[in-house]
């Protein structure tokens, strides 16, 4: 599997004026969070809401504070949790994100593919 970065935008999802500039994320589909500069973030009013605990790859546990954000990137848009990223920690786009952008990756490509959203099925009946 290859890798490829986007550059991902946060909007404050309270005061939608303030937006981040473009902040090149890794994607990366093993993240289920998106992990964004805490600066970053707090630079616009985003504010961490709680504290979560991640697995890093080698199992260490750390903990993040997490917060709530308007997201888009290479054209698409979500409303997602994203993670208060440390220095040392790497940016991220995780796959949250990517499902609530509607895509899926196409890594050969190096692009997002859109999909189509599967719904529930419905009772004639009701």
Do not use: C
Not at 6 to 12: C, L
Not at 31 to 46: F, K, Q, R
Request: no cysteine.
């Amino acid at each position: 599997m290859s890798t490829f970065k986007v550059n991902v935008v946060a909007r404050n999802p309270k005061r939608e004026e303030l937006t981040t500039p473009p902040v090149p994320a890794l994607v990366d589909t093993g993240s289920e969070l998106t992990w964004l500069p805490a600066d970053v973030l707090m630079s616009v009013g985003i504010t961490p809401r709680r504290k979560r605990m991640f697995a890093r790859a080698t199992q260490q546990k750390i903990e993040r504070e997490v917060g709530y954000a308007i997201l888009s990137a290479e054209g698409y848009e979500t409303n997602d949790e994203v993670v208060f990223a440390e220095p040392g920690d790497l940016t991220l786009l995780g796959v949250r994100t990517l499902e609530g952008f509607g895509v899926m990756v196409d890594n050969i490509g190096h692009r997002f593919v859109a999909t189509t959203t599967l719904v529930a099925g419905v009772d004639k009946s009701i």
